[in-house]
């Protein structure tokens, strides 16, 4: 190795030069989570925050119009819609005509008109006409990164497709990752559907994070009993729990945490994997000692193994019971064929293992009988 990677050593210009030679060497190594960064550098990088508005556009007669507007939960620091707050309320098919006065037109980059302006007041024109005419000014304070909005609306447009296609009898639940914000999208959508006969659980492009069994404890939680009610419909224990069909879609961006996941899916035989074989990345770090300069390099010192499987999962990933391939033409014309998949096949399991319609025994007769 030194033979190999030593001759590229005078041409380097930088921190950021060495930084990828030894992520080069660490790729001989073939394992998960091995690699390097940081350091120090001989200039101070300045990041300017371009604003964003939570919105995709479309140019039509000769103005940049608002061709969609990603809804958010205001309330939320981490979802807030910079278009749908109070007093906003800038709709799809309206036109963008002026950032702080200055009049936009294509081809100019409207992207230019928000340099430095991320979680800054902005004033914008809009109107329902490109020429002009019903136009008003709003202020909007543009947000830095719009990813989570966009993955709301991927997540809430999954459910409402399930929804619709199942006639409410199926859960969807998304979680990105097995660390916090997996674990809040799992309560958020999991807890309010929990009285559904079925679920569809996606952690495709999982991030991993850590052991998510806490997952499958509110996935395989066992029926126990009803409670009869003197008013209203009868309660479940648990109540937070279904034990109808369930499925998960995977794919090839899910890995770590999102290795494991699926996994254990599968170990405990909650239902059948659609989709694409996981990353395969379980061989982990839980920490190591930063470089003199500030860089690092991680040293991974965890692997998962099984009796059955020994060391099988790291660089192998946990392949899908149903394989569907999802490619960048349905990326881009909007299919989902995995989940179109994943509703089929739920459909089918809940056609042929219908959950039993339980039976309200009849009320006993509570008196104490006189002694004869």
Known sequence: MKKKYEKFLPDLAGRD????????????LAVG??????????????????????????IANGRYR???????????????????????????????LAVEGQELRPPEDLFRYFENKANKIVE?????????????????????????????????????KVEEAT?????????????VPGYMYFRRYFFPQAYKEAIIVDERFNGGGS????????????????WAMRYGADLKTPSASIQGPKVMLINEMAGSGGDLLPWMFRKFSLGPLIGKRTWGGLVGVLGFPVLMDGGFI????????????????????????????????????????????????????LKKNPPKKLQRPPYPVRVRKANS
């Open 17 to 28: 030069d060495l930084n990828r030679l030894i992520q080069w060497m660490c790729s001989e």
């Open 33 to 58: 989570h091995h690699r390097g960064g940081g350091g120090d550098t001989p200039y101070e990088r300045q990041t300017i925050r371009v604003g964003l508005l939570g919105a995709d556009y479309e």
């Open 66 to 96: 608002f061709q969609k507007v990603y809804g958010g939960l205001n309330w939320n620091p981490g979802l807030r819609s910079p278009l749908t707050e109070p007093g906003v309320t800038v709709k799809a098919g309206e036109y963008l």
């Open 124 to 160: 914008i024109t809009v109107g329902p006409r490109a020429d002009g005419q019903g136009a008003r000014k709003v202020q909007v304070v543009p947000v830095a990164d719009d990813f989570s909005l966009r993955n709301r609306d991927w997540v809430e447009g999954n459910l409402k």
């Open 167 to 179: 006639a409410g009898r199926v859960a969807y639940v998304y979680v990105p990752d097995t660390s």
């Open 211 to 226: 052991v998510a069994d806490y997952y499958l404890d509110w996935l395989s939680k066992p029926f126990i009993a009803r």
């Open 298 to 349: 991680t040293a991974p010192n965890l692997a998962f193994w099984t009796e059955e499987d020994g060391f099988g999962i790291e660089n192998v990933g946990v392949p899908p019971d149903i394989e569907v391939e999802m490619t960048p033409a349905d990326y881009q014309a909007g299919r989902d064929p995995q989940l179109e998949k994943a509703i089929e096949v739920i459909k089918d399991m």
